[in-house]
């Protein structure tokens, strides 16, 4: 065993239902910032979400698993790469899309389908792409993840808060208008001190074995990115369409791998020191490259195939 798949966070059952409900609390603010028109939106134009869903659920993971394959990094930091690919688009991605001046309907659209296709998605594509590389089948095999109660599991906490949040939404519609802001932000930044309280209780952790996570998270960020917007290149979508499906392929729920590392991996170290870093990395590497293309308005003449906004 390497050192890395030895290493345990500081992290007792408290902070893990603390962060459950921390999680819970986002998504049902994201719900609020949801519209039944998003949704009909896939209906009314569904090609563009359709690829976009495609680069996150099946580009993604495949590019995670090939940089693993290259990398051989340790086998707890593979099924960490793995297991960030297959959760569902970010909490911010739609905010950095907006900033990217790419379709901020289209990236809602994505992230919204991307979350509910995520309580099946995101278990199946972990036990798939993790059972073809042999050091993470045999820690799958050694923790004996049950792909049903990683579906409940996946339902609670993103399921059930999206529901909730689209039925006060509609129901409340004053309410929704009020809150939606205020709970998004005020929920974002409670997860954000939530990871920097982690981060500084494992210090060591991080300290001792972070340099090749910090490496393989990095590479995959790039490259969930580059997979992004070169799958959407490639189905010649406009350029506003790219930028917002580079910013869902390359943003990921990582609060939401961080429980499922905690609550079926028992904290595995190079899991959860991935999905803790990811969070971190991409909210970094997001605001960079959404600066730089906020600066570099998108041709008009590339904008056909782009989704109303």
Known sequence: MEQVDAVRLNFNPASLHLLNAVLGFVMFGVALDLDVADFRRVLDRPRPVLIGLFGHFVAGPAVAYLLV????????VALGLMLVAACPAGNISNFLA????????????????STVLAVVLTPLNLRFWAGLYPPTA???R???VDPVEMFATIFILLGIP?????WV???????????RKTMKVVALVVFALFVIVA????WHAFTTVLGGVVIAVGTYNAAAYASGYTTAALFQLGERDRRAIAMEVGVQNSGLGMILAFTF???LGGMALTCAWWGVWQILTGLALGTWWSRRPPAPALEHAAVAT
Do not use: Q, W
């Open 69 to 76: 394959r290259l990398l051989t990094p340790a086998p707890s």
């Open 98 to 113: 907006h900033l990217s001046k790419g379709n901020t309907a289209l990236s809602v659209s994505i992230s919204s389908c």
């Open 199 to 202: 981060t500084v209780a494992n």
């Open 142 to 144: 050694d923790v004996a």
């Open 265 to 267: 991996f028992d904290g």
């Open 169 to 179: 939404g509609r129901r409340f519609p004053a309410f929704r208008h009020r809150a």
């Open 162 to 166: 999206l529901a909730l949040g689209l």
């Open 138 to 140: 045999a820690l799958l």
